[in-house]
Every structure is written in structure tokens, then in C-alpha cells.
């Protein structure tokens, strides 16, 4: 497993943007295939993106699409966030898968996980 650490949430208004980044505590994040989830209070763990180590190709869910784009290097994954709605509000962490071989939207295939940023968005 590896540890990671998100950075970047905070509190904007809607029509505003957030850039989150998650870091693999003293290692590179290759190979991970990456992906980020959010949860809002009451609600079940939702997959937001995921990126590929191998070739970058990425995935999103349709509520982000055109509005978040998900990036790496070596050592971080970043979820660029524009045009925030007050339902992206949630805390958003990030996960490593190290055995798929494209980014995957299921919580259960990743093994590690950080412990979350809170994005609060006011309308």
C-alpha cells in the first residue's frame, strides 16, 4: 500500500475553481493507476475521475464532465475543478489502484486511500 495526502479543498463560491492535488507520501505514484472519489454527509462514496499510469487515458463521471480534469506527473494527481456547483460540495479523496490496467469507477479496486479534503462550494 501507499500513503497519500490530499491538498487544496477549501471553502469558494459557485462559479469558482479549486485545483486538489494527492501525493504518495516519499514515493513516486507510478505505477498507480489514480482516482479521485467524493462523499457528501448522507451520501454514499461517489467516483469523480480516475487517470492511468500506463497511457493517461482518463475517466469521469458525468456530473464533471467539461468541468474537471484530472492530470499527473510522477508524484501527484491533480483534479482541476472549474465552474463548482454547491452539489460538488463533499470531501474528495484520492486512491491508488496498483493491478488495473485502466482507471476504474469502483471504490473496491483501489487499495489505498487518503483521508480526504473538504470542498465546500456556496451558492
Known amino acids: 500500500q501507499v500513503q497519500l495526502v490530499e491538498s487544496g479543498g477549501g471553502l469558494v463560491k459557485a462559479g469558482d475553481s479549486l485545483r486538489l492535488s494527492c501525493a504518495a507520501s516519499?514515493?513516486?505514484?507510478?505505477?498507480?493507476?489514480m482516482g479521485w472519489f467524493r462523499q457528501a454527509p448522507g451520501t454514499e462514496r461517489e467516483f469523480v475521475s480516475g487517470?492511468?499510469?500506463?497511457?493517461?487515458s482518463t475517466l469521469y463521471t458525468d456530473s464533471v464532465k467539461g468541468r474537471f480534469t484530472i492530470s499527473r506527473d510522477n508524484h501527484r494527481v491533480y483534479l482541476q475543478m472549474n465552474s463548482l456547483k454547491p452539489e460538488d460540495t463533499a470531501v474528495y479523496s484520492c486512491?491508488?489502484?496498483?493491478?488495473?490496467?485502466?482507471?476504474?469507477?469502483?471504490?473496491?479496486?483501489?487499495?489505498?486511500w487518503g483521508r480526504g479534503t473538504q470542498v465546500t462550494v456556496s451558492s
Open positions: 486512491a491508488a489502484d496498483l493491478r488495473g490496467r485502466n482507471p476504474s469507477p469502483y471504490a473496491g479496486d483501489y487499495q489505498s
Open positions: 487517470i492511468s499510469w500506463k497511457n493517461s
Open positions: 516519499g514515493r513516486s505514484i507510478d505505477p498507480y493507476n
